[in-house]
Structures are given as C-alpha cells and as structure tokens.
C-alpha cells in the first residue's frame, strides 16, 4: 500500500489567495483527519471524517477553513482567503475502526 | 474529558542506554493508547498501541509501552537506544467509547548521544 499521500508537498502563496490541500487515505479505512503543526501550537486536530461524514470540525479555526470528503478516497481541506498566519505543515492521517492512525507526508504551506 | 500529558520536552540518553518516555492519560472510559513518532520534515509514524490484554506492548524499532492503569501511565521503554531513535515523540489517547477523536500530548524530544 502506498500509505496516505498528500498533495501538494510544499505551497508558496501569497496572503489572499486560496489555497487547496489534497489528500487519498489508504484504502480500507474509515476515518480520515486533517490536522495542523506548528512550533508555537503543536499538533491540531481541525476536522475528521467518518464514512466521508464530518463528524467533528471544531478545530477549523474560522470560517476561511473548509473541507470535504466526497468519497472513500478523497478529501480536501481549503483555505479561502490564506493569511500568514495560516502557515504550517498540514498532515492528512486515516485510520480503521479501532486501529492507529497513518499520516501523510504533510503539505508544507507558507503564505507571505 | 480526555487527556494526555507528557510531562517532558525533552530526553536525553546515551546510546546503548535504556530510554524511557513518559505518558500520562485521562480518560472516563477504556482508553485506546498509542505511541507514535515524528522524524524531521516527516508524517508521524505509528509505533504502538494498546487496546486490552497484557499490559506491556510491543512496537515497532524495538520499543515496547507499558500500560499501568492505576497509574494512568503508558511509558514508552526501549532496551538499548540508538543515535536513530532520536526523533519527536507523541503520545495519544482515545476514548473509543466517547468519540471517535484522538488527542495527542505535546510531544517529547528524543536525543540519542554516541
């Protein structure tokens, strides 16, 4: 299995502009998570699916953030309008019922 | 409501040393335990897991947890260290009876001397 895999690895935008990040969890699971890293905050959890339902989007930090999961195999988290402040390492991770989570590589944004 | 604590930013060891990180938890129901690690640059990576049966756990790398519930602790142990394992630690917790959600600790800092 290739594992998750997320696109893009690194994004360069400037403040405004939207930005998307992609994910395909392994095949077979049933829960996917969109989290944030950052030195100052650690790692945060800011929406996750089950059975391409959002369950919980508490994290989101304000109504720029959003995400969807259209089927078993996709999901996107957007960011529209991105500000500096948005920039950090996004990990998309999915997981089966009762099992650990498998995360991505991470998208690297910076937003200048 | 649940939590985790890893009361230590940072540990230091000696290669060929035992290394121990620790994990408190908190949680109303059975928890779902679980050690993961995160290498510069890189996705955290599954190391181990409890869910029931014998309290002392296996991973990956040669690690091992060991769940002790009056304690509410889930230590992560290995033997010998290596220069290697040096790396992010995280430690999580689910109450699988409450949601679906897994909260991470903070994370501890792992260096390995030669």
């Known amino acids: 299995d290739a594992g998750v895999i997320q696109s893009p690895r690194h994004e360069v935008t400037e403040m405004g502009q939207e930005v998307t990040l992609r994910c395909k969890p392994i095949?077979?699971?049933?829960?996917l998570f969109w989290y944030r890293q950052t030195m100052m905050r650690g790692l945060e959890l800011l929406i996750y699916?089950?059975?391409?339902?959002?369950?919980?989007d508490s994290g989101m930090p304000e109504d720029r953030f959003s995400a969807k999961m259209p089927n078993a195999s996709f999901s996107t988290l957007k960011i529209q309008p991105s500000e500096p402040r948005d920039s950090a390492v996004y990990f998309c991770?999915?997981?089966?019922?009762?099992?650990?989570?498998?995360f991505g590589p991470g998208t690297r944004l910076l937003v200048l | 409501a649940q939590s985790v604590a890893q009361p230590e930013d940072q540990v230091n060891v000696a290669e060929g040393n035992p290394l121990t990180v620790k994990c408190t938890y908190s949680?109303?129901?059975?928890?779902?335990l679980f050690w993961y690690v995160q290498y510069p640059n890189r996705g955290l990576q599954f190391l181990l897991k409890?869910?029931?049966?014998?309290?002392l756990v296996k991973g990956s790398y040669g690690f091992e947890a060991e769940f002790n519930k009056s304690q509410t602790s889930f230590h992560l142990k290995k033997p010998s260290a290596l220069v290697s394992d040096s790396a992010l630690y995280f430690c999580?917790?689910?109450?699988?009876?409450?949601?679906?959600?897994?909260?991470f600790g903070a994370g501890t800092r792992l260096f390995v001397k030669a």
């Open positions: 991770a999915s997981r089966r019922t009762g099992g650990g989570q498998y």
């Open positions: 095949s077979g699971h049933d829960y």
């Open positions: 699916f089950n059975n391409n339902v959002p369950i919980d």
């Open positions: 949680v109303s129901g059975n928890p779902y």
């Open positions: 409890y869910i029931t049966g014998d309290n």
């Open positions: 999580a917790v689910r109450d699988e009876g409450r949601g679906f959600k897994t909260i």
